[in-house]
């Protein structure tokens, strides 16, 4: 069975500079590949920040009562997001025989960008959770992002990864209230709508939840209670409560 991986414990300062700076970043299960659908995740940094020349990633993982990783660099000198890496929620040998971690539900994802105008840590936790098992409530690792989705909806097969996506894909406009999140299929696509619930940082009258198409942000009609944003969305992608201007 594969082995726990060694980490080393660090106290580092995480998410100190402002989303606005922060790059945007997405972990979506990995389609296609030799592995088997649920043990392998693609993420992809979709632009640099404060000209940074390279980047640890460290992809944390709770598997069963293990605490797993996946560590390595990208050289972004060499090479210009958006950049993609394939993560293994386990480990190959030399010979290409695999042993996969089981019982993967998610964990934190920690970049550390060096040599740009300033070295900075981002810190963002992650969910992997199966339509089949959840019956359609996804949410993220902090509770406060969640979305139910129709048994209709979603095919039984789909996995969904739900991730703090860092930075923003796009600007937006005002005060961030909530958000960024993130959830990303293995290449399914919602039918019909879904309710969705996010919780705000403070108190707020009214929010907006915009939502990303790809090439812009979408908004969504929503009603605020308590701090909890609600609304009903048509597709699965980044979502960012703002305040109204």
């Not at 296609?32 to 632009?47: C, D, R, S, V, W």
Request: charged share 20%.
């Amino acid at each position: 069975p594969p082995q726990p991986t060694p980490r080393p414990s660090v106290n580092e300062p995480v998410n100190t500079i402002d989303v606005k700076d922060r790059p945007y970043v997405t972990l979506a299960p990995k389609v296609g590949g030799k592995h088997p659908a649920g043990q392998e995740a693609t993420m992809i940094l979709h632009a640099n920040a404060l000209d940074s020349q390279s980047v640890e990633y460290e992809l944390e993982y709770q598997a069963g009562t293990l605490l797993q990783g996946a560590f390595g660099t990208l050289d972004l000198t060499k090479d210009q997001p958006p950049l993609t890496k394939d993560l293994l929620f386990g480990s190959c040998s030399t010979g290409g025989k695999c042993a996969y971690h089981q019982g993967v539900t998610g964990g934190t994802l920690i970049l550390r960008f060096k040599g740009g105008s300033q070295n900075f840590n981002l810190k963002g936790e992650w969910n992997i959770q199966a339509m089949s098992a959840r019956e359609g409530k996804f949410s993220s690792r902090d509770a406060k992002f969640q979305l139910e989705v129709p048994l209709s909806g979603l095919s039984g097969s789909t996995l969904a990864i739900i991730i703090q996506t860092m930075g923003l894909p796009a600007p937006v406009k005002t005060e961030i209230l909530a958000g960024p999140y993130g959830i990303f299929t293995n290449d399914q696509k919602l039918k019909g709508t879904a309710k969705l619930s996010l919780r705000l940082n403070q108190d707020a009258a009214a929010a907006k939840l915009l939502g990303w198409t790809g090439k812009a942000w979408k908004e969504y009609k929503s009603t605020v209670v308590d701090k909890t944003l609600t609304a009903t969305v048509d597709t699965l992608t980044t979502f960012v409560a703002v305040a109204h201007p």
